[in-house]
């Protein structure tokens, strides 16, 4: 049992070059998250999919887009990359809308560094 | 927006000293959530607390739910280094699934 798989786990872009995050769970989890962490500010919310099928902004939704493909797998996608987006981006998961008991699942993260 | 802020930021303390960390939400909470996340890694959910007052304990940790639903802390005793790491605590925002996180409390323990 995996739990959520982000890939990849590193990443060097320049700026105005895209690229996709995966995120995949293997838990039939309802519920998506991205979030991104940059330090001193916490956890921030990018995009959050509720159900497969539907997606919604969250915190700080500017400059990305996102796909819920199918139940297992959420991506996130930079179209234009640029240094403000250097951070840590972790993908998470929960069973519910709003978690009772279980809360989130998070992937191990990908360390994003735009030039 | 809502907003849940954390103090204090970061906290050093010598292994067998206890740490407290305190969380406010400017908004009533259905629940809260906390998590720790070990330096280099990704959150770990830890507890959830629903009921007003409720006190939750695990093993040296002590969880505790405000009388009005906006305020929370975890109190750890005797501290150990594998107690390093930060601690956040986080509320659901509005009617969707989705978490607003604390600022996180950094905690150092050394020998």
């Known amino acids: 049992n995996a739990g959520v798989t982000q890939t990849p786990k590193f990443q060097v872009l320049k700026t105005g070059q895209s690229m996709t995050l995966q995120c995949a769970q293997d838990?039939?989890?309802?519920?998506m998250y991205w979030y991104r962490q940059d330090p001193g500010m916490g956890l921030r919310l990018i995009y959050y999919s509720a159900s497969e099928g539907t997606t919604d902004k969250g915190e700080v939704p500017n400059g990305y887009n996102v796909s819920r493909l199918n139940k297992r797998e959420f991506s996130l996608r930079l179209e234009s990359a640029a240094p403000s987006q250097t951070s840590v981006y972790f993908c998470?998961?929960?069973?519910?809308?709003?978690?009772?008991?279980?809360?989130?699942?998070f992937g191990s993260g990908t360390r994003l560094t735009v030039v | 927006g809502q907003q849940v802020m954390q103090i204090p930021q970061y906290q050093h303390v010598q292994e067998g000293e206890d740490f407290t960390t305190y969380c406010n939400s400017s908004t009533t909470l259905s629940n809260i959530q906390w998590y720790k996340q070990r330096p280099g890694g990704h959150p770990v959910f830890l507890i959830q607390?629903?009921?007003?007052?409720e006190v939750k304990k695990q093993k040296r940790l002590t969880f505790q739910f405000g009388e009005a639903k906006k305020n929370s802390s975890l109190h750890i005793t005797a501290t150990q280094t594998t107690d390093v790491g930060t601690y956040f605590c986080a509320g659901p925002t509005g009617t969707a699934s989705k978490l607003t996180f604390g600022t996180g409390t950094r905690l150092q323990v050394t020998l």
């Open positions: 607390l629903v009921k007003s007052g």
């Open positions: 838990m039939n989890h309802n519920s």
């Open positions: 998470a998961s929960s069973r519910d809308r709003v978690p009772l008991g279980y809360g989130y699942t």
